[in-house]
């Protein structure tokens, strides 16, 4: 759908690594200097939905198909981008390009893996990060302001948007995040948001790398990154990044197991996943036949013909209408015919709205 994470931080905190496991394909080259990555790595990931397995126990098919999310490896940043220091304002358009940050941050001591700044102190780099991104929306937010101007003397709608911008920059200028403004729900500044992509009004994930001890219980950097995350409304996902790349090889039964050993139910690269799908605002439904249970992308509150046409476009443009069973009830009764037989099925019209589990049959005359 076009949608993406874009994996951020500063140098050597993890960022390759994670992505290396993340992707289960080792094609982002980790080591210890900053700027190893310089373009930026995009793989497309399965999105890890245990209800898949469950309806593929019931119709048996040929093969399971997942939702995907698209993750991108941007190069690590260095305070000083928004200005060209590092590789600077390349990474910054390279994050500009994505819907979601997670913010990769170092929560754990190594002498032999150096800091670009010479102490491991997550919420600094948590702030290096944040300013250059707002540096960066100060700038393109003062450039857009400009053109208003120009535009203000005859127009009246852009000299209301330049009151509206010059407030929003002020804002930004006192070292918050765009979407941490009190006018964020505003009309005006989802416009606003629409040209100029401001990256601090995107989501923020923040994954603290730990190490091994660091899994089962939080340490004082944890406890310091939870408590920055709180004050800004955003989420924290720890992971050992070294020991998620070691998951990689795994059968999932050993994974499953080694996970036990470890105290840990959900690995922390799967939470990434889960939570970045929803983040984005995405859900899936499925549908369930012999030759292949499969999970659909799309975004919430669609419709049926819209969550049709993700299959073909003609089942949107002849939409009768849809044959839907709950996941729970399809479950509980041990398939469609029993489902029907149950009285469970319903059909439902052009105005119905999609609900995250629904299994889906599409009626449709072209």
């Not at 790349?245 to 080694?258: I, K, N, P, S």
């Not at 970045?276 to 999970?295: H, I, P, Q, W």
Request: charged share 30%.
């Amino acid at each position: 759908m076009g949608l993406s994470i874009g994996l951020v931080g500063l140098p050597n905190v993890g960022k390759s690594t994670t992505f290396n496991a993340l992707t289960k394909a080792q094609n982002a080259e980790a080591a210890n200097y900053p700027f190893c990555t310089i373009e930026p790595n995009k793989a497309t990931v399965p999105v890890p939905d245990i209800r898949l397995n469950e309806l593929a126990k019931i119709v048996n098919p040929e093969r399971i198909q997942h939702s995907t999310l698209d993750f991108v490896d941007i190069a690590g940043l260095v305070k000083g981008a928004s200005k060209g220091e590092g590789l600077g304002n390349k990474f910054l358009s390279n994050i500009r390009e994505t819907e979601v940050i997670l913010q990769i941050v170092r929560c754990f001591d190594d002498e032999n893996i150096v800091h670009t700044e010479g102490r491991i102190d997550p919420i600094s780099d948590v702030e290096i990060i944040e300013n250059e991104l707002i540096f960066a929306d100060i700038e393109v937010l003062t450039n857009r302001i400009e053109r208003l101007k120009k535009q203000a003397k005859n127009e009246k709608d852009a000299a209301v948007m330049v009151v509206f911008a010059e407030e929003l920059a002020e804002f930004l200028a006192e070292g918050n995040l765009a979407r941490n403004f009190p006018k964020s729900d505003n009309e005006m500044f989802e416009k606003l948001n629409a040209e100029v992509r401001l990256l601090s009004a995107k989501e923020i994930m923040y994954g603290a790398n730990v190490d091994e001890d660091g899994l089962t219980e939080d340490n004082d950097y944890v406890v310091r990154l939870r408590e920055h995350a709180a004050k800004h409304g955003c989420e924290v996902i720890k992971l050992c990044a070294k020991i998620e790349e070691e998951l990689v090889g795994m059968e999932d039964d050993e994974r499953d197991e080694f996970l036990r050993d470890m105290g840990v139910e959900e690995s922390g690269l799967e939470q990434i996943i889960r939570k970045g799908f929803d983040k984005l605002g995405l859900m899936s439904y499925f549908t369930a036949g012999v030759k292949e249970v499969r999970a659909w992308t799309i975004r919430k509150n669609t419709t049926a013909p819209k969550a049709a046409a993700v299959i073909h476009n003609d089942f949107e443009k002849g939409f009768i209408r849809a044959e839907v069973i709950g996941y729970e009830d399809f479950i509980t009764c041990g398939g469609e015919a029993k489902s029907k037989e149950a009285g469970k099925m319903r059909l439902e019209g052009k105005e119905y709205i999609v609900q995250d589990g629904d299994i889906m049959h599409f009626r449709f005359n072209v």
